[in-house]
């Protein structure tokens, strides 16, 4: 049962009052299976309100307080885990396995941020007078803006909204249009456990819209992004423009650099089962494969292997091990990403094609041969797309790992320590993951460099964009 999917303002699920809704699209068979309601101004008008209210409640209760209340949305994320996850299959695709551990990674993540909320510190600093106390505070910065996208519904919205609340601060998520209910349902995990009305509202609608009305608004305080390096840029802009703190997730283009001398069945079975996850539609996901020469065929051969070994199909059968494409959007880019390679000389090792007619299936899929001026060379393919690159130098392997203006994820698989720790140093990314995956763990930090944003998003270091620092110098009266 795909329910209609309302707004969340002020502790109340609601209809937008003109009653406008947007189709949510089922990508295995094209179906509508029901509607998102459309917040306009009236509404977002509505949710700064509730949350600037919401705001000062939330932020005078303590932090163990909050911690105790974070701590039941997690487990009711938990004990509605399986229902959730059908919600989430259904509306974006990839298989129930991956819906589930979404779900329940994501309420780890609210028990991490819980429990880091506790331990805001500030300092003591010594003072040059003697009775002059120099106290260095944190405090929650305000009420947030987010903006999350439909690759990950519920985890590219738990690690904002959690941190956020850890701190103290009240939040206004513009939700995923095309995946609305599995991100509504972590909203109603943190309002009935008890988060106060107005602490956290959910919207949906145009997202250039809702943008353009929250960043400039001076209720708000700071904005969180996750997704294309193209929008990330336009909104830092606009909150550069007004003076409001940013936290960009944006694109990748990871590159995956194997050694003549790396365990090959490893890397084939971790890279492949990583590329192909999500049906490839994940910003960490590895994309650029950077073989050594004296491998290239055998790693090449392994990769294959694993990739035709996917089962292909609707995320609700047993044993599906890929998904739909989550939009049709999806799909168009990467026939045009494979008709301008193959045009450009490129070789299709296996996959190339859409799957069947009815879902936005699209075959895993191997390109070797490549010429440099390659589109999906340059752009985020942000789908099941490999990308074989051969190198025979370290040197060489480093320039085309860094080559893009990206730097979100690496991945490098060696059995030598000296050339793991010389990748760790000299490859420019925000995660790098070596000999295994390894990353998006609520314990440690995810962010990139350049194009690809700033901020992090895990570990201790994500709950720092939520806080100020307040310098108060004391003395005795
Ligand atoms: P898109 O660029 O239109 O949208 C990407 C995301 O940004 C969506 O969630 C959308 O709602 C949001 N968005 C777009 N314009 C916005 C605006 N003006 N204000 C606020 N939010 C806005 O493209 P798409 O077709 O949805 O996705 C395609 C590309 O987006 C992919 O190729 C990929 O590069 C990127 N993407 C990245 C992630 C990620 O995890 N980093 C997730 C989804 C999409």
């Known amino acids: 049962m795909y329910p209609n999917v309302l707004l969340h ?17 089922n990508p295995a068979t094209e179906e509508v ?25 939330w932020s005078n209760l303590s932090a163990f307080e909050r911690s105790k209340i974070m701590r039941r949305a997690a487990d009711l994320l938990r004990e509605r885990a399986e229902a959730i996850a059908r919600l989430m299959t259904t509306e974006q695709g990839k298989p129930l396995e991956q ?63 959690s941190a956020a609340l850890a701190a103290g601060c009240a939040f206004i998520l513009k939700g995923p249009e095309e995946t609305p209910a599995s991100c509504a349902e972590l909203m109603r995990a943190y309002a009935d456990a008890g988060v106060p009305a107005g602490v956290v509202q959910l919207v949906f609608g145009k997202p250039a819209e809702i943008s353009e009305y929250l960043i400039p608004h001076p209720v708000v305080k700071k904005i969180s992004f996750t997704g294309s390096t193209v929008v990330g840029k336009h909104l830092a802009a606009l909150a550069g423009a007004n003076m409001k703190r940013a936290t960009m997730e944006l694109g990748g283009h990871a590159p995956a650099v194997i050694c003549a001398d790396a365990d090959l069945d490893l890397a084939a079975k971790i890279l492949s089962a990583n590329k192909f996850r999500n049906a490839g539609q994940v910003c960490v996901a590895p994309t650029r494969f950077i073989v050594q020469n004296e491998v290239f065929e055998p790693f090449l051969e392994r990769f294959v292997r694993e990739a035709e070994a996917i089962k292909l199909g609707s995320g ?24 301008d390679a193959v045009q450009k000389g490129a070789r299709i090792r296996t996959g190339g094609k859409r799957s069947g007619n009815k879902g936005y299936f ?11 001026d390659t589109r999906a060379l340059h752009e985020e393919p942000f789908g099941p797309l490999a990308l074989f690159l051969p190198f025979d130098s370290f040197d060489e392997a480093i320039l085309e790992a860094n080559r893009l203006p990206y730097g979100l994820a690496a991945y490098a698989y060696t059995r030598s320590a000296a050339t793991a720790t010389a990748l760790g140093e000299r490859i420019e990314s925000g995660m790098i993951g070596i000999n295994h995956h390894g990353l998006a763990l609520p314990e440690t930090p995810f962010g990139g460099v350049k194009d690809s944003g700033y901020g992090s998003e895990g570990g201790a270091e994500g709950l720092e964009p939520y806080l100020v620092t307040k310098f108060i110098s004391q003395a005795s009266g």
């Not at 609700?316 to 045009?336: C, F, H, I, K």
């Open 9 to 25: 303002i002020d502790g109340k699920w609601q209809a937008a009052a003109n009653g406008r809704t947007l189709d949510i699209i």
């Open 99 to 161: 819906s589930l551990a979404e779900t329940l990674g994501s309420a780890d993540v609210i028990d991490w941020f819980a429990e880091e909320g506790r331990r805001a510190y500030g300092r003591v600093i010594p003072a040059r007078s003697a009775g002059v106390y120099q106290l260095s505070v944190r405090a929650p910065v305000g009420v947030v803006a987010g903006f999350t996208p439909w690759n990950f519904p519920i985890s590219q919205a738990v690690r904002k909204v």
């Open 316 to 339: 609700l059968d047993a044993g599906v091990t890929m998904g739909p494409l989550a939009n049709d959007r999806r799909v168009a880019a990467m026939e045009g990403f494979i008709a």
């Open 362 to 372: 699209f075959e895993p899929t191997v390109l070797t041969d490549l010429s440099p």
């Open 33 to 57: 299976l029901g509607q998102a309601s459309h917040a306009g101004p009236p509404e977002l008008d509505l949710a700064l309100a509730a949350a600037a209210r919401g705001f000062t409640v």
